[in-house]
């Protein structure tokens, strides 16, 4: 069980605390009230607890459960509630705060090691075996337009190839290439999507294959369901993702149409960031 699957901490974050999850690696360069904030309590990657105002009150960077359940106790015993200085305004930094396209649609992706892993005993590498990876397919107008069509565009296709099909369930994997794919079929025929996809690095160390299924359904002119499974073998992985199961190993994604104005409109792919939106929404 991770830290934020342990239902006290659950409870606690739902009940005694208003609870924000950032991208470190953005928020430390924003120039903006929000970067300013992030600046004056944190300095690296874990979880900080701070008032309003800005005063630290505890910080860590853990896997157990046990500890940030005491940290946030701790806080909360520490805590001292007064009136709070109206936050500082100022428009966001416009480098690493990039909306939704106009038009476009969310569509939540999910993925799990299905298989492979050896028998552990230890706590913390059970946490990454069972963990589950969690992102963002953003489509622009074009990509809805073309679904709305019947039909699903190259720049759709290659998107999802290169920036989803990968193993995000350990950490930062990294993303594909062009060159790096092998094979990509990937027909929509009356509302059901099928294909297959062979991904594979230039020295053969890491790759991915695997059959593709969906249904996509369209209603008064709109994408009313976008669902697409994506299961097969994968091997090797990047600096950031290591700890696979040893050869190869069954992986599976699943891709479903997120809710409206949902919170995760917000999110940005993470093939998205580190200065690559262009990229991502690229040919």
Known sequence: MSVFSDP???ALLQ????PVAVDNHHIEKQRDPEGDFYRKVASHQGEYICTPEGKLLGSTNTHSAEHLKGLLQKALKEFQPSEASPAASGAPDPRFNRPLPEQGLV???TTKVL????ATEDRRVRIFQQSLGRDHLWLEKEDVQSLVEG???DRLRNRIACYHLVDN???EPPFWSRGEIKKLEMTLSEGVLKGKVHLESASGDRGFTADLLGFVAVKDGKVARFDLVARGEAWGAGRYNGGQPPGKYPLGLA???AE???DADRVLPQGACRGNFAGYFGP
Do not use: A, H
């Open 8 to 10: 006290d901490v659950i």
């Open 15 to 18: 009940t005694r605390f208003v």
């Open 169 to 171: 369930t350990r950490g």
């Open 115 to 118: 298989g492979g892993y050896p």
């Open 260 to 262: 409206p104005k949902g």
């Open 107 to 109: 569509v939540n992706v």
């Open 151 to 153: 039909r699903i565009s």
């Open 255 to 257: 891709f479903t149409l």
